[in-house]
């Protein structure tokens, strides 16, 4: 057991301090963790990266990193891969990149662990997230009773469902198995429009692609990305990747920290957008290079907060509309919104919270769109058999990070009330359970599977207890 000390996420939004820190060597360890702490609280922690309070708790802490192995197999003509909850998404794609493999999805960094990007939905663009392609989950957990810990391997039904996205409520997930694909190539081209009509044209010959909503010029970058012939890297890809290291991962962050940490200014950042963000890309630049370098960046580097919330395809030009009058009336008390945005505030009766936001905060980082296929879980974001969704992020830098929390709050309830929002459980999440009730039609069976493998609600927070009325 480790000294007791203080926990906090990547964000900074989250510390608490557990009585108990565990970091299992073994199964045998593992589970004498569980049986010693039965009638107590357990919640497990990975990387750290979410900033919902996923992780809190007062009682007992599981470390999984020692659980880190890869091992690939071959049944027939597929290839599965057999990963320890710990392991880091980094080291699983340069283990399977050694064998010419990938796995079918990843999100933007690679710091995250399989279990912990797993447990929340995480995901990239123009595929399902990475929870929907498990295939089966080792998962360390209490039997009927609740009396008895076991080690149960879950691979099919609702179980399965609940388990490729469990926020941590079934138990300790103490591997999975992904099936690999052949390591593939991908062609990308950065390409600036007007309109987000324009956007979602390029999306049919570019599947993969994620596109970013400049603020204050309020135009669309598009990352235009396709699966390219497997003819190796293209384009002067490494030269590529250094300018983007150096210009997007580390110089555009820094101007753009300075601006609004330490120079504070509002005037600065909107300038910063309008005149120096678009000269910083080069549109005509056509680089192919290998999924696992193209799709990933070091956004990680810079400390930040994120809220994420995800619209279906039937909403999302409505949505971007909305989401820009919004932004340039929390920057600008002279904005007048959109005859279109005033109807939709007063039929969600939001208008007296809008109020309350109006030029109090300067959004400062371009707002993400990734399209993510509709996933077989029960409570992912992306869960159930609908249209493909659309996942809007809005990300801040700004400390104390109040003015954030207001804007974000009043996105979060009326793209809720307007457009069925479901906020990503790995970020800030300011869903109630009743919103939750109605946004996942499976929360239900979600619950039952919990009680099956947690009867006594050992691997309960308050956070989850909350939100999913457990
Ligand atoms: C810089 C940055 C970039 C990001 N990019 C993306 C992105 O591109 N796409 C996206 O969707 N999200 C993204 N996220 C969110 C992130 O992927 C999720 O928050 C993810 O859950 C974090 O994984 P983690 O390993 O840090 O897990 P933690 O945050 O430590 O834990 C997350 C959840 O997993 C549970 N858990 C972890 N391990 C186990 C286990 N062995 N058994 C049971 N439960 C477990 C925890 O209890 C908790 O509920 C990003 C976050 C950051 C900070």
Request: with cysteine; proline share 3%; glycine share 4%.
């Amino acid at each position: 057991m480790d000294q007791a000390k203080i926990v906090q996420n990547f964000g900074r939004n989250l510390s608490f301090k557990p009585l108990h820190i565990y970091s299992p060597i073994n199964k045998d360890e593992l589970i004498d963790i569980l049986e010693e702490h039965k009638s107590g609280k357990i919640r497990v922690v990975a990387s750290k990266h979410s900033w919902s309070a996923l992780i809190e708790t007062k009682d007992v802490l599981i470390d999984m990193s020692h659980f880190d192995y890869v091992k690939i197999q071959k049944n027939n003509l597929q290839t599965s891969v057999i990963v320890g909850a710990g392991c880091k998404v980094e080291r699983l794609l340069k283990e399977l990149n050694r064998k010419g493999l990938t796995i079918p999805s990843v999100g933007l960094i690679d710091q995250q662990t399989i279990a912990g990007a797993t447990s929340t939905g995480t995901h990239g663009s123009g595929k399902h997230s990475l929870s929907h392609y498990i295939e089966s989950v080792q998962l360390a957990c209490f039997d009927e009773s609740g009396d008895s810990t076991q080690i149960v391997n879950i691979s099919e039904g609702e179980d399965l469902q609940a388990a490729r996205c469990s926020l941590g409520c079934l138990g300790v997930v103490v591997e999975l198995t992904l099936p690999c694909i052949p390591q593939y190539f991908i062609q990308e081209k950065s390409t600036f429009c007007e309109t987000i009509e324009q956007v979602l044209v390029l999306e049919k010959k570019a599947p993969l692609q994620q596109f970013f909503l400049m603020p204050h010029s309020w135009k669309f970058f598009a990352q235009e990305r396709l699966v390219a012939p497997n003819l190796g890297r293209r384009g002067f890809a490494s030269i590529y990747r250094i300018y983007w290291f150096l210009v997007i991962d580390l110089g555009m962050h820094l101007v753009m920290k300075a601006l609004v940490s330490i120079l504070k200014s509002r005037r600065l950042v909107r300038i910063f957008f309008r005149s120096i963000v678009p000269s910083l890309v080069f549109s005509n630049w056509v680089v192919i290079d290998r999924s696992d370098r193209a799709l990933v960046m070091k956004h990680e580097l810079f400390r930040h907060l994120e809220l994420e919330a995800f619209v279906v395809r039937s909403h999302v030009i409505e949505a971007a509309s909305f989401v820009k009058d919004i932004l340039q009336y929390a920057d600008d008390d002279n904005h007048q919104l959109s005859d279109s945005t005033n109807e939709k505030i007063k039929k969600a009766q939001l208008t007296e919270s809008l109020s309350s936001i109006k030029g109090r905060f300067t959004h400062h980082y371009p707002i993400c769109f990734r399209r993510v296929l509709a996933d077989d879980t029960l409570i992912s974001m992306a869960s159930g058999e609908s249209e493909d969704w659309y996942a809007i992020s809005f990300i801040t830098y700004l400390e104390p990070r109040d003015e954030f929390f207001a804007l974000a709050t009043f996105l979060s309830n009326s793209m809720f009330e307007l457009f069925e929002a479901r906020i990503h459980w790995g970020k800030w999440f300011p869903q109630t359970s009743k919103q939750v009730n109605k946004l996942y039609p499976k929360i239900d069976t979600f619950r039952n599977v919990c009680s099956k493998y947690d009867p006594n609600g050992v691997f309960r927070n308050n956070f989850v207890e909350d939100k999913l009325d457990l």
